[in-house]
């Protein structure tokens, strides 16, 4: 079965960096579109970032555009996600997801165009 791992959370000052990491296994995973969501406490899950299966194609929240950035490693089946210049409003829960059909890119800002999530990984950045 498909299962994913992330890891590389922890706790950060403002303007800090972390890399979070995501491990995949069950699928070919260099023909999924792997993305990030994130949960703060008392909001919803949204969407953070996206990669395409290639790497070709990224996508950003306009909330992380110019300080979050993502890549993978298809011999490794992990994407990453290196977060810079880090805000305490970056704090939540950090999930990586598997798109649903692969070579698939289309609508990748919506939660139920992926049908496989990791556990998270607790981001928390203080003031």
């Known amino acids: 079965q498909v299962q994913l791992v992330e890891s590389g959370g922890g706790l950060v000052q403002a303007g800090g960096s972390l890399r979070l990491s995501c491990a995949a296994s069950g699928l070919t995973f260099s023909t999924y579109t792997m993305g990030w969501f994130r949960q703060a406490p008392g909001k919803e899950r949204e969407f953070v970032a996206v990669i395409s299966w290639s790497g070709a194609r990224s996508g950003y929240a306009d909330s992380v555009k110019g300080r979050f950035f993502v890549s993978r490693e298809n011999a490794e089946n992990t994407v990453y996600l290196q977060m810079n210049s880090l805000k305490p409003e970056d704090t939540a829960v950090y999930y990586c997801?598997?798109?649903?059909?692969?070579?698939?890119?289309?609508?990748?800002?919506?939660?139920?165009?992926?049908?496989?999530w990791g556990q998270g990984t607790q981001v928390t950045v203080s003031s």
């Open positions: 997801a598997v798109k649903n059909l692969p070579g698939s890119f289309s609508q990748y800002t919506r939660q139920t165009e992926y049908n496989y």
